[in-house]
């Protein structure tokens, strides 16, 4: 009978106490629910496993004890990798994830893990994830917890990376041997590999069994999904069900529960808390008034202060969204030479009235303006703390909340912790316990990670609480700066840069009073109105001087348009992920102008958004584009108006989105693809658009060349190899 291959990789533990192996049998039992098929070994069974043939990722769970010393049951295999005679590339297959556990209490932290980390890297082998090392001395659970959390995309991405880095080799292989022997057999890996895919009657838990069956790493059900996975040849993975952020009131949330306070059995539940994070960090103020330049800050050789000229609401009415384009006025840059399909980052700062209650919070009103010095604590027990090379010396202490921490960052759990030794109050001290421990996981989740509760908004909530500079510092993460897609080219706007942006909005919750705005987004927002946006008119008639911003290019030399003209191109980019694509045809009607003799290829474009009169981003540009011939296919879908027409019960069902629209041109897409050397460029959502996009790609293959699966997947592998299949997306 038909079965499904499971994906299959492999879990070894090297444990003194125990430990490791809880984790890795954990990992190992867990690997069901991911739809894979896990093999666990210790590390000393060497006849149970096969480093030197496996096809599987690995992922390595070690413990280190005594001096540095490698657990008892991890030391042959130790000494057998530690061996000189082995080459280079004697793991050059292989790949794998690393979770270390030490004691930064003792000398050689994490010592086997880093060896053994070290050697599969000396002899070839390649991280598919970060390796995770966890202190005992401040709670292992603070690496370990995120560690396992990740564990299992990334597992499930190098699966499908083997998959198609094979079906590539394969593709290779094919074309190879067809070259050299056109009679000849095909290559025996690729009469496996087909086999298995093809006939499907392998056993699901063999040892060896490929990867090659993923396909997609989605719950079956999305909504974006186009329905039209081959069941036989693809293991589709469900995921978990998120819990809902912000349900207070949802049938599910008992009525008194919420960020500030918990229900039984929590409430009376003994907790299992991380240990306090080691202080490493001396601050001190110097009353010598500092105002720091946001330049002299940010420090970065290639930033620009460049005035905003032109602001423009592109949604109307009542959208879900609120989408502005801004231009930038970049003619005293003349170094900022950026290419279609360029993105660039924005430099915001914290808002000031979020500085200004943290001050307060500090009770560092009086120093708001003084220097601030920071220096490495004598006494601190901390292995390799240094200070923190983001904050400039003597910085005022306003300019250093300003710029240089993400005062809005969702707080993590050591932080939690460091801040229960700073709260008076009792029941606020036990519920900031309860929120970091291991009981009150899912309270964590629930009213403060899928929340995206700011470190602002925790203080708030919890007023008893005071803690020193030095905490935020060593715990707070750096403010990075927001990336942008330009939305225009320098021919069509000579030293003007565009970009377009949506409004991301946090509704209200338990902690949050009232909703709230993006930083960098709500940041510009507040920066060009009043003065400037005018629904549907472009030109700024304020007399207010313009508001300038700090930019810095970020070149993406990949993502650009085709450098041969004549070859014809399909651009996907629903929402604000058009913005690019606005740029390649600003470029593409200039170059038509100047050359209006030259051969200029098709060009296609899918754009979905959610209503036609709401937020139809750049409609009256596009359609310009179309009556010029620079843009000869605009396919636009609207996703809240795809329904079937009630009142005219025989019309056909429109396209929700851009991937049902991709289906409907099935044939002349990939025609474009496989026939006529055309390239296809995707932009915006990575999490959903450009994995449902992918995906029916995969199907149209499938579909028009009367292919399987593996074969649709070589089509595409050879197309991304090519640089014809481009994307410049975001999670
Ligand atoms: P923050 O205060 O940083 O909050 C963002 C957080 O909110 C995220 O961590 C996320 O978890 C959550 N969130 C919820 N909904 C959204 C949403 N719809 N978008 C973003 N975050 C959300 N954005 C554009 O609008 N236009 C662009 O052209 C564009 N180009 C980009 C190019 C690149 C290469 C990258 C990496 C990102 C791009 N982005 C673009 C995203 C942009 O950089 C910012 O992340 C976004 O504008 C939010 O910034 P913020 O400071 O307002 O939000
Ligand atoms: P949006 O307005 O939220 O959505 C645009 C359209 O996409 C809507 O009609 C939406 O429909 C639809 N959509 C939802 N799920 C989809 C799916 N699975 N497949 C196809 N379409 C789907 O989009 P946005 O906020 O502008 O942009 C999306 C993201 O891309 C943002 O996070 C933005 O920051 C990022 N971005 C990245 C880059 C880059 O990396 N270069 C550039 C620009 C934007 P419904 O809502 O009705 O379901």
Redesign the pocket.
């Known amino acids: 009978m038909p079965c499904e291959v499971k994906p299959r990789f492999v879990v070894l533990y090297g444990s003194q106490k125990g430990q490791a192996q809880s984790i890795a049998e954990s990992i190992a039992d867990e690997a069901k629910e991911h739809g894979l098929v896990a093999d666990l070994c210790c590390l000393n069974q060497n006849e149970k496993y096969s480093l030197e043939k496996e096809c599987a990722p690995v992922v390595f769970v070690v413990s280190t004890t005594g001096d540095g010393e490698p657990p008892d049951n991890a030391l042959k295999f130790v000494k057998r990798i530690k061996k000189k005679t082995l080459s280079p590339d004697h793991y050059k297959h292989l790949l794998y994830a690393l979770l270390g556990l030490g004691d930064t209490n003792y000398a050689n932290f994490c010592n086997c893990g880093k060896t053994i980390e070290r050697r599969l890297q000396e002899l070839g082998a390649k991280q598919f994830y970060p390796t995770g090392y966890a202190d005992d001395g401040v709670g292992l659970e603070l690496v370990i917890d995120p560690w396992l959390e990740g564990l299992w995309n990334a597992i499930k991405s190098a699966l499908s990376k083997m998959a198609s880095d094979m079906t590539a080799q394969l593709y290779q292989n094919v074309e190879d041997s067809a070259q050299e022997k056109p009679d000849s057999t095909l290559p025996d890996v690729q009469l496996n590999l087909l086999s298995i895919a093809d006939k499907q009657n392998c056993e699901p838990d063999s040892k060896h069994a490929s990867p090659l069956a993923i396909s997609d790493v989605r719950p079956a059900s999305s909504p974006g999904s186009t329905g039209l996975a081959s069941q036989s040849t693809s293991t589709v993975f469900t995921s978990a069900p998120k819990t809902q952020a912000c349900s207070e009131g949802a049938p599910f949330v008992s009525l008194a529960a919420s960020l500030r306070s918990s229900l039984p059995p929590l409430s009376e539940s003994s907790l299992n808390i991380p240990a306090l994070p080691l202080p490493y960090l001396d601050v001190t103020f110097q009353e010598a008034d500092a105002a720091e330049q946001a330049v002299e800050i940010l420090n970065k050789e290639t930033l620009y202060q460049v005035p905003i000229s032109k602001a423009v609401q592109l949604s109307k009415g009542d959208s879900v969204?609120t989408a502005l384009l801004l231009e930038l006025d970049i003619s005293a840059c003349p170094s900022m030479t950026y290419q279609p399909g360029d993105?660039f980052d924005v430099f915001?700062p914290n808002r000031a009235e979020d500085v200004d209650q943290l001050v307060h919070r500090l009770g560092l009103q009086d120093q708001k303006n003084h220097r601030v010095q920071i220096t490495l604590r004598e006494d601190t027990k901390k292995k390799g703390a240094q200070v923190p090379s983001h904050i400039p010396q003597n910085i005022s202490l306003l300019s250093l909340l300003t710029w240089c921490l993400e005062i809005?960052s969702i707080p993590k759990k050591a932080f939690l912790r460091a801040l229960v030794e700073h709260t008076s109050d009792s029941g606020q001290r036990r519920r900031l316990q309860e929120l970091c421990s291991k009981q009150g996981a899912a309270d964590y989740n629930l009213y403060v990670r899928d929340s995206?509760l700011s470190v602002s908004e925790l203080l708030a909530a919890f007023p008893s609480c005071s803690p020193p500079l030095n905490l935020l510092i060593e715990l707070l993460p750096r403010l990075q700066p927001?990336?942008?897609?330009a939305?225009s080219s320098r021919l069509k706007h000579p030293e003007k840069l565009r970009?377009?942006?949506?409004?991301?909005e946090?509704p209200a919750c338990s902690g949050r009073p009232a909703g709230r705005?993006?930083?960098?987004?709500?940041?510009l927002f507040d920066l060009v109105i009043p003065g400037l946006v005018f629904p549907e008119k472009a030109e700024s008639s304020s007399s207010l001087p313009l508001p300038k911003i700090h930019v810095s290019l970020?070149p993406?030399c990949s993502f650009r348009p085709p450098s041969d003209p004549s070859v014809t191109f399909i651009m996907i980019g629903p929402g604000?992920g058009v913005?690019?694509f606005i740029g390649f045809l600003q470029q593409r009607e200039e170059e038509k102008k100047e050359n209006p003799e030259a051969e200029f290829g098709e060009t296609w474009l899918f754009f979905g958004c959610r209503y036609r009169d709401r937020d139809y981003l750049f409609r009256e540009e596009l359609e310009d584009f179309v009556s010029s011939g620079t843009l000869n296919h605009l396919k636009v879908c609207f996703s809240k108006e795809h329904m079937k027409d009630e009142e005219e019960p025989t019309s056909a069902a429109q396209p929700r989105y851009v991937q049902h629209n991709l289906l409907l041109y099935c044939q002349q897409v990939t025609d474009i693809l496989l026939r006529q050397n055309g390239y296809i460029y995707v932009c915006g959502?990575a999490k959903n658009m450009a994995k449902d996009v992918n995906e029916t790609l995969m199907e149209m293959i499938k579909t028009e060349l009367q292919v399987d699966q593996l074969e649709a997947m070589k089509a595409l592998a050879r197309l991304r190899e090519e640089k014809r299949y481009l994307q410049?997306i975001?999670a």
Do not use: I, Q
């Open positions: 969204k993105s915001c809005r995206s927001r990336p942008y897609s939305a970009f377009v942006f949506n409004m991301v946090f705005r993006g930083l960098c987004t709500g940041w970020r993406n604000t913005a690019p959502d410049d975001w």
